[in-house]
């Protein structure tokens, strides 16, 4: 089951300096122990807002979601590594989204006076 | 035999019908109603199905800015709360969760809504004041 979710916003670069990026980050993640499950390339965008980093202003980007599995440890030491990258913009890890369906039963009415009279014990 | 015979015609009929005072009498403490006449307890067959929001059933996540930003005011970037987006509780803190999330992941912009997005159809009922 992926356990994290780790996305990636790198400075937009030509593709063989991108594919080397990506490279050694997966070949850290592999390092740390993780295994890389999947990894997506949502495009090149401009990003929402101007983000400065490593005395650049950037205002595009390439956007990245690796999905891995890997120790809790992981995620403290990769974003210090990922920090000192200067082709990164961005790092963020989050545990991978189970996306499951759940059956919503609906905006069920609360009966509001029954809270506002305290219940006696 | 005979007492047999007329048994078997039917229930016993008096030439005289029972007075009142001779009928089987209950105490009225211990009087216990009639099953036949009684309601049955059942739920309501007539109850309506729980209304459900827009996004029951939908997942939501950081990644797709275009369902976000539906909540989103055009104007300021705002947030719009639950009286005009009209969502249930779950769903609201969802949404304003992945907002939040992909503000400061870098996907969603914050003091505005993505202009590519502003021709979305609306959700929310807000009304401007005149």
Redesign the interface.
């Known amino acids: 089951m992926p356990r994290y979710e780790l996305a990636l916003i790198l400075k937009a670069m030509q593709r063989p300096e991108t594919a080397a990026v990506l490279k050694r980050t997966v070949e850290a993640l592999m390092e740390r122990g993780a295994i890389v499950r999947n990894l997506e390339n949502l495009g090149e965008r401009s990003l929402p807002y101007k983000i400065s980093k490593h005395k650049e202003r950037h205002r595009r980007g390439g956007y990245f979601l690796i999905d891995l599995e890997g120790p809790p440890s992981i995620v403290s030491t990769m974003m210090d590594h990922l920090g000192r990258d200067i082709d990164v913009i961005r790092r963020a890890f989050i545990k991978h989204p189970v996306s499951k369906t759940e059956e919503c039963s609906g905006i069920i009415p609360v009966n509001y006076e029954d809270k506002l009279i305290a219940k006696k014990k | 035999m005979a007492g047999q015979a007329v048994a078997a015609r039917g229930p016993w009929r008096r030439l005289v019908p029972v007075p009142l005072w001779e009928q089987p009498r209950r105490l009225q403490h211990e009087w216990r109603p009639s099953p036949s006449d009684q309601p049955i307890q059942m739920e309501n067959p007539y109850k309506e ?5 827009v996004l ?4 939501v ?3 797709n800015v275009q369902l976000l930003s539906q909540f989103v005011s055009p104007h300021t970037g705002c947030i719009y709360g639950r009286h005009i987006t009209g969502l ?1 509780n ?2 609201q803190k969802e949404i304003t969760k992945a907002i939040k ?1 992909a503000h ?8 505005f809504k ?1 202009p590519s997005f502003l021709t979305d159809p609306k959700i929310c009922n807000v009304k401007y004041p005149e």
């Open positions: 199905p729980p209304k459900k929001c029951c059933g939908i997942s996540d950081y990644k249930c779950k769903k999330r400061v992941f870098g996907f969603m912009p914050v003091m993505d």
